[in-house]
């Protein structure tokens, strides 16, 4: 017997079938072609999205016509034409339940699969900052190394000690004019920005920039206690706090036993070595960069050019400002080697992972901005989520569906009569036979 056409239009379980489908089978062609676009294209996260979630509009809009369109047609709005009324309908089971527990089971796993991915993300990103910051300082440490056995070197010459002596105490100015062609020489060879002879009570005797270069009272005077003293080659003193102001480091010549030691400052250009070192990254990133930094009081004085402001060194910030990475660090609340989430100078939310530079009390942070270094992590979050919905979406219609096709049903209760209640004369009841 052939099916009736006109009954298979009227049946209520074609019209969900067919938008259902429609609707599922477009919004998966939609997600995996955009995916496929991705990975091909390389184009970025957000226009992904974007486009997947134009086209699932577009599948909702259409669905919602198609669906309008076939419940207008004559005899399916009702959709119980020429079914028998002697056919009674059995009663449906609520999907209330069914259908909580199975989206609460949904929106659970989208929740701990997009946790565990950011978690991963964040990992990632931790173990990358921290060897960054590894590398960075492993590298400033052998650049104060070398400062350090410059420094050594000209405090063993004992020739230039000999020629300033002669040059000091004899008045010959040959000797002078020796020892000051071996410190320029130094300086050219060593890639120095300029050096600076102080005499044993901390007046300036040379300057090879030229006497228009000052020298401040503070970078004089600090160099001349360190000497005397003997402690440190490494001066704290900074020129300027708006200009290029060097790094400097004192060394002093081995005169004779007993007598105060003259000094000589060496200083070199913030914007060579360290600046590009602080500055590179070791993949393509739009914000990473690199901070040195020390304490200044109740100041984070930046002692490096700044990626992200490059008109200025020397920059300031109060050392209680809460959230910011560099003062977290000074304050204690962040340990080297721990990944610290805070601001960076410009205000904007970072991760970074910081050491301190041994031999100084300079610190360094590797940083990456927080939308960069999750990024990654966002737009594989959205299409766990987009995934997760598609989901719902689907066990929601394929409940429906089993609703509308009697498959959840409630049981169907007897209805035949017991004989004992069978009253004579009634019509229905079977006939007794005859005795």
């Given at each position: ?258 007598r105060p030691s003259p000094a000589l400052i060496l200083s070199m250009d913030r914007a060579g070595y360290v600046a590009s070192l602080l500055q590179t990254w070791p993949v393509p990133s739009l914000s990473a960069e690199t901070l040195l930094f020390r304490r200044d009081g109740d100041q984070v004085l930046f002692l490096n050019r700044l990626r992200h402001r490059t008109d200025t ?123």
């Open positions: 017997m052939k099916p009736d056409p006109s009954r298979l239009s009227r049946d209520p379980i074609v019209i969900p079938t067919v938008v259902l489908g429609y609707a599922t089978l477009g919004a998966l062609w939609v997600l995996a072609s955009d995916q496929v676009v991705e990975w091909l294209f390389r184009d970025p996260g957000a226009m992904a999205i974007a486009s997947t979630v134009k086209g699932w509009a577009f599948i909702a809009v259409t669905s919602v016509l198609l669906y309008a369109t076939l419940r207008s047609r004559p005899g399916v709005a009702n959709g119980a034409e020429g079914i028998p009324a002697a056919v009674p309908a059995q009663p449906r089971r609520s999907l209330r339940l069914p259908l909580i527990l199975t989206g609460a089971a949904i929106v659970g796993l989208t929740a701990a699969a997009i946790r565990y991915e950011v978690a991963g993300h964040k990992a990632t990103e931790a173990a990358r900052l921290q060897a960054v910051a590894d590398i960075k300082t492993r590298q400033i440490a052998g650049w104060l190394e070398e400062r350090q056995g410059d420094v050594a070197f000209l405090e063993a010459g004992r020739p230039l000690a000999e020629y300033y002596r002669d040059w000091r105490e004899r008045g010959n100015s040959t000797s002078r004019d020796l020892l000051l062609e071996r410190f320029d020489q130094f300086r050219v060879a060593k890639g120095y920005q300029r050096l600076v002879l102080l005499d044993e009570q901390g007046e300036l005797l040379w300057n090879s920039a030229g006497e228009a270069n000052a020298v401040t009272p503070g970078l004089r005077d600090e160099a001349h206690r360190a000497v005397a003293s003997g402690t440190g080659f490494l001066l704290r003193s900074i020129e300027s706090a708006d200009g290029d102001a060097p790094f400097n480091f004192v060394a002093h010549l081995a005169v004779s036993g007993g060194v020397g920059l300031r910030a109060p050392v209680a400002e809460r959230k910011l990475l560099a003062a977290q660090v000074l304050r204690g609340e962040a340990g080297p080697g721990s990944v610290i989430e805070g601001v960076d100078y410009r205000g904007v939310p970072v991760l970074g992972a910081a050491r301190a530079i041994l031999g100084t009390d300079w610190f360094l942070i590797a940083k990456v901005d927080r939308a960069e270094a999750f990024a990654e992590a966002t737009r594989d979050s959205v299409w766990t989520a987009l995934a997760g919905l598609l989901l719902l979406f689907a066990a929601t219609g394929g409940a429906i569906m089993a609703a509308s096709a009697g498959i959840w049903r409630r049981p169907a209760t007897s209805t035949r009569s017991s004989p004992r209640s069978c009253a004579p004369g009634n019509a229905r009841c079977p006939r007794q036979g005859h005795r």
